[in-house]
Every structure is written in C-alpha cells, then in structure tokens.
C-alpha cells in the first residue's frame, strides 16, 4: 500500500513538470517582404520560437501580440532598413524578448528598445 502511495505521487509529481513544458515552434524559413507584416500568435502568453533564416526587407515588422515572454533563436538574419521586431502582451505595454540571432545583414543604424 505504501509504494503505490509513493509511486502515485512521484507520477503526479512528474506530470506536473511536463504539463508546464514549452513547446518549441520551429520554422525553417520566414521571410518577410517590403512593409509586410507577420503577426505571431497563439493562445500562450510564452513563445520559444526558432528561425533558421530569416530575411527581413525595408519596413517590413514581425510583431507578438499578447506574449509576455518571447524567446527568439535566429540561425540566420538579414534585417532590412527601419525593420522591426515587436512584442506586447495586450495589457502592458511591453514584452520580456530573448533574442539570440545571427546577424548576416543589417541595413539600419538605429536600434531601439522602448516599450510601447
């Protein structure tokens, strides 16, 4: 009686880590064309997303709306003039971004990081 009292417990308490696991959304290529928009969205407020290439034209925005964290992993980027990569969770104006990219190309001289 005992060791299934212990068994059942242990199982609970390891279903409660992978119920709480993040899937990885992965896409091979994403490339954005001149002043395009593509929105990232799904029902979690959390986004681990990896991008093997992604190409960027001039103007072009990649936007996360209604996430609160956004971890970003860049295998290959080519980032246009005045593009932008943009995130708010819909309540706050802001979003907790980790990006790690690979910058190949980048045709703007600003960055900048401000809540919205």
């Known amino acids: 009686m005992k ?3 212990i068994l ?3 199982l609970c308490f390891a279903m409660t880590f992978t119920g709480k696991a993040q899937e990885t959304q992965h896409i ?3 490339e954005i064309g001149k002043k395009a928009k593509k929105n990232i969205d799904n029902r979690d407020s959390t986004v681990v997303m990896h991008i093997d290439t992604l190409i960027m034209k001039d103007n072009s925005t990649l936007s996360f709306y209604g996430k609160k964290n956004v971890k970003l992993t860049i295998g290959y980027a080519e980032i246009g003039n005045k ?4 995130g708010t969770d819909g309540k706050n104006n802001g979003a907790n971004f980790d990006i790690n990219a ?3 190309k980048i045709r703007f001289s600003l960055y900048h990081c401000k809540g919205r």
Do not use: D, V
């Open 83 to 86: 593009a932008t990569i943009y």
């Open 3 to 5: 060791f299934k009292f």
């Open 102 to 104: 690979n910058f190949q």
């Open 8 to 10: 059942g417990f242990f």
């Open 28 to 30: 091979s290529k994403l």
